[in-house]
């Protein structure tokens, strides 16, 4: 039997308040003609509302059990209140607009407004806020785009992503350490005082978790969140671009094809083992039909990299002691969100190539 948090419990008192006000509005809505639209656009606000909330599959199961006036009346009353800003302009000082011209108003399509570069550009988008960009940093991209073909600009786009993927990747690994060091710092303060077993073996678990996993555990999040909400809340912060950026690699894959890219490197790796038939199949299908292998999942990969480190500092993996070596160990580090203080100050056998070096 699944067990209700409190947190869905507030939830659903939450859904039950608006399902009540919906219900008065449309209430309102049918006993008062001379106000009926603005009754109307209220209950779509608060439709809306609920919708956002739902999840997949819950929104009409939702209506049907709460909402008095069938999903129909729903439906025009969210439409009403999208095109509020429209309604307002029919009305031209008339105080009250009959419902049944409202509803004539929006069964007409909504003129189709130019995209924005956002819009026409989800990898721009979602590098331009990653970077915090502001206005004139787009337009210049959006200008370099003019001059691209349609392949050159999906191209882009897709690096775009690539490069929000890696970053955010790196920062979160980042962010995790930091927030694990700090957790150890607090937990030997706290042993100071109380050796509680529980407490010695949670500083364990996250001292192990620092080599062994790159993602928080729940009960490290939890005591991130509650000890450092500004850290715990910049760690999901890079989670959510990571996501975003998958997401966004994966629409443009979708029509993006080898033969696409041959501004890059990875297009004459391609061409050695792709037939022409493939060059000309979109990456997504490619990746469909185990032509190509999927991007590995980042936080695996960079668990994979901190247990190599793990293995270089047991001695259980040996590197060149010269310059090659050194550079090694140093790529390996960047990649797991390290600098080469806290390699040198983690890792003996780098310390010791370092100084050499």
């Known amino acids: 039997m699944t067990k209700v948090t409190e947190l869905e419990k507030q939830e659903q008192r939450g859904l039950d308040v608006l399902a009540q006000r919906i219900n008065d509005e449309h209430r309102a809505c049918e006993a008062a003609a001379n106000t009926a639209v603005d009754h109307a656009i209220r209950a779509g606000e608060m439709l809306v509302e609920v919708k956002e909330k739902s999840r997949h599959g819950e929104w009409i199961p939702w209506l049907e059990q709460n909402f008095v006036g069938g999903v129909r009346t729903a439906q025009s009353y969210m439409k009403l209140y999208s095109?509020?800003?429209?309604?307002?302009?029919?009305?031209?000082?008339?105080?009250?607009?009959?419902?049944?011209e409202a509803l004539r108003a929006i069964a007409k399509p909504m003129p189709e407004l130019e995209p924005s570069p956002q819009q026409r550009y989800p990898g721009l988008a979602l590098y331009t806020e990653f970077c915090e960009g502001?206005?004139?940093?787009?337009?210049?991209?959006?200008?370099?785009?003019?001059?691209?073909?349609?392949?050159?600009?999906?191209?882009?786009?897709r690096e775009s992503a690539f490069n929000v993927h890696s970053e955010a990747v790196s920062y979160y690994a980042k962010h995790v350490r930091e927030a694990?060091?700090?957790?150890?710092?607090?937990?030997?303060?706290?042993?100071?005082?109380?050796?509680?077993?529980?407490?010695?073996?949670?500083?364990?678990?996250?001292?192990?978790?620092?080599?062994?996993?790159?993602?928080?555990?729940?009960?490290?999040?939890?005591?991130?969140?509650?000890?450092?909400?500004?850290?715990?809340?910049?760690?999901?912060?890079?989670?959510?671009?990571?996501?975003?950026?998958?997401?966004?690699?994966?629409?443009?894959?979708?029509?993006?094809?080898?033969?696409?890219?041959?501004?890059?490197?990875?297009?004459?790796?391609?061409?050695?083992?792709?037939?022409?038939?493939?060059?000309?199949?979109?990456?997504?299908?490619?990746?469909?039909?185990?032509?190509?292998?999927?991007?590995?999942?980042?936080?695996?990969?960079?668990?994979?990299i901190r247990r190599a480190l793990r293995a270089l500092d047991d001695g259980l993996v040996e590197l060149p002691r010269d310059a090659d070596g050194f550079y090694t160990a140093i790529d390996i580090a960047s990649r797991a969100g390290w600098s080469e203080d806290e390699l040198r100050e983690m890792l003996p056998l780098f310390a010791e190539w370092a100084n050499k070096d």
């Open 180 to 304: 694990r060091e700090r957790l150890i710092a607090h937990i030997d303060v706290v042993t100071t005082f109380n050796e509680n077993p529980a407490i010695v073996g949670m500083r364990e678990r996250v001292t192990k978790n620092n080599w062994d996993e790159t993602r928080l555990t729940p009960e490290e999040g939890s005591l991130v969140e509650s000890l450092y909400p500004d850290l715990h809340s910049e760690i999901r912060k890079m989670e959510r671009f990571v996501l975003a950026a998958e997401h966004t690699q994966f629409e443009i894959e979708q029509t993006l094809r080898p033969m696409d890219i041959k501004i890059s490197r990875e297009y004459f790796d391609l061409e050695k083992k792709l037939t022409s038939e493939q060059m000309h199949t979109p990456f997504a299908e490619l990746v469909d039909s185990e032509v190509l292998c999927p991007k590995p999942d980042p936080f695996a990969a960079h668990t994979t």
């Open 134 to 157: 502001d206005e004139a940093f787009v337009e210049n991209w959006v200008q370099a785009y003019k001059k691209m073909s349609k392949e050159e600009r999906l191209y882009f786009e």
């Open 83 to 100: 095109r509020r800003d429209e309604l307002a302009e029919m009305r031209n000082g008339v105080a009250h607009l009959p419902m049944r």
